[in-house]
């Protein structure tokens, strides 16, 4: 079945720290990878997306994913955190229905 | 106004009320979708809609009644909900991309409902 996992539902780290934040996706074909921000009361924001070429994207407010399709996974970086990165954190690739299919989302607090 | 504006953003209702989320994007897109956020569970899609025409029921039940008039608004009616039913509404829109996953889809910020 096509899913994404996001294993981690909470993560912790302090201001400054680096960032990881896990993806993984099981699908026939290599897909569109995306991930997305959601802030508290808020929708969802577009950081970065994968269609294809360099393996290594960037994104806004700093983040940056490295698709690896022997690992099937899509992994979201930052080097330093900020304390208004603290937001819940959703990998997501396209459905054949032009639709996102998300994870169920990773939180993220920062400690100062 | 630009992006996808909801409203209302917060809805209470009791379970024989019949009430509607309205969704309007100022983009220019011609897909619209409904999503189902509950805690703990993935985002689940409700309807998509293509140039005013459904292409998408993911088995929702027939209490939530989707409409798009034109490609700008997109419409859930909703009528004799369940408690279970609470949970924030969001609603999209994308230009369909070269290929069918390739759609980018910008959100709006969601209408949250709770359902007594």
């Known amino acids: 079945a096509q899913s994404v996992t996001q294993p981690d539902i909470h993560i912790t780290v302090s201001e400054g720290a680096s960032l990881e934040l896990r993806c993984n996706y099981s699908?026939?074909?290599?897909?569109?990878l995306f991930w997305y921000v959601q802030s508290p009361g808020q929708g969802l924001q577009l950081l970065l997306k994968y269609f294809s070429g360099d393996t290594l994207v960037q994104g806004i407010k700093g983040f940056e994913a490295e698709f690896k399709r022997s690992q099937s996974s899509f992994n979201l970086r930052k080097p330093s955190v900020h304390w208004s990165d603290a937001a819940e954190y959703f990998c997501?690739?396209?459905?054949?229905?032009?639709?996102?299919?998300f994870g169920k989302g990773t939180k993220l607090s920062v400690k100062p | 106004e630009t992006g996808v504006t909801q409203t209302p953003r917060h809805l209470v209702m009791g379970m024989t009320n019949k009430k509607s989320l309205k969704c309007e994007q100022h983009?220019?897109?011609?897909?619209m979708y409904w999503y189902k956020q509950s805690a703990k569970k993935p985002l689940e899609l409700m309807f998509v809609y293509n140039f005013k025409e459904q292409t998408e029921n993911n088995s929702v039940p027939s209490r939530f009644s989707p409409e798009c008039p034109n490609s700008s608004h997109l419409f859930l009616h909703l009528h004799t909900l369940q408690p279970e039913d609470s949970a924030l509404y969001l609603c999209?829109?994308?230009?369909?991309?070269?290929?069918?996953?390739?759609?980018?889809?910008?959100f709006g910020a969601g209408s949250r409902l709770t359902v007594l």
């Open positions: 699908y026939g074909a290599t897909p569109y």
């Open positions: 999209a829109s994308s230009q369909p991309g070269h290929s069918s996953g390739a759609n980018v889809l910008t």
């Open positions: 997501a690739f396209g459905g054949s229905q032009g639709n996102l299919i």
């Open positions: 983009l220019g897109h011609n897909a």
